[in-house]
């Protein structure tokens, strides 16, 4: 695991909540967040896809 990088997001995280402040929904943390690490160079996917199995079969994404 990048420690340097977690670092930098878990950063990025807490500073865009206290410059939000609280009451907003989580989808504006996210989109917020989103913006930052894109503006910083980084690639980032919101919420990609993950299938879910269970007993052998997709019971969901």
């Given at each position: ?10 950063g990025e995280i ?43 079969q997709n019971s969901?994404?």
């Amino acid at each position: 695991m990048d420690t340097e990088l977690t670092e930098k997001v878990i950063g990025e995280i807490i500073e865009g909540s206290n410059t939000l402040g609280p009451g907003f929904l989580e989808k504006v943390y996210e989109r917020a967040l989103m913006i930052v690490l894109q503006s910083r160079g980084l690639r980032a996917v919101s919420q990609p896809p993950v299938s879910v199995n269970y007993n052998g079969q997709n019971s969901g994404e």
